[in-house]
């Protein structure tokens, strides 16, 4: 288990949490580590998915960044919500371009494989995530989607070439009562119709992460890594 601390980031133009890999040498200029940039559900924050770290593999470098748009106290999104599960077309590619942007900063500023790059997220965290990888895929390895969905309808322009063979892991909860499962089986059918690799489970939970999930995404990332 990775114990070295989780470190608050503040220079970036995304404020994040920092986590460095197990045997981690800061002396060491060379070696470039396997990372997952966490991106947090609507009225979420930064501290959410960075708990996540002690039961995934501990050579891989987290950051867990916090969304740009206030939603309340301590709560925030990555675009402002107007309307449930269709975003604002250019809200969200504003948004998608914010995070492409923290990810040529990342690269610079941490020692980060930019071929094992992965987004991870969780409803909203989890759109954004795959959005990001439909509209670029060549600037991350894959995705780990929990309980999320893709804006079919929010005008994405899908790099068609770049998509086919990216990794994607999704799950979902039979029981989810905040995201409808039929938006999660059209999301798995969209990235199958690209011929994005898609690894699929539906499980007997509600709009949450749960051991089992966890364990599916941990198998999978052996597979990437």
Known sequence: ???IPVE?????????????????NPADKETRYPAIFAL????SNERDLI????????????????GPV????GAYDWYPVTEFGKPDPIQLEAALERIDNFISELLQAYPIDPQKLFLMGFSQGSMMSMSFLLTRPQRIKGV???????????GLQVDEAGVKGKPVVMTHGYEDSSMPL???HQSRDFLLKYGVDVDYHNLHMGHTITAESLSIVRTWLDRQL
């Not at 947090?40 to 009225?43: A, F, I, L």
């Not at 780990?144 to 929010?154: E, K, L, R, W």
């Open 8 to 24: 608050e980031k503040t220079d970036l133009s995304i404020y994040h949490l920092l986590q460095m890999p197990a045997g981690y």
């Open 1 to 3: 288990m990775n114990q």
């Open 182 to 184: 039929e938006w999660s």
């Open 51 to 66: 708990g996540l770290a002690p039961h995934l593999q501990d050579n891989l470098l987290w950051v867990s960044g916090r």
């Open 40 to 43: 947090h559900g609507h009225g």
């Open 70 to 73: 206030d939603f309340a106290p």
């Open 144 to 154: 780990i989607a929990q309980s999320g969905y893709v804006p079919i309808q929010s």
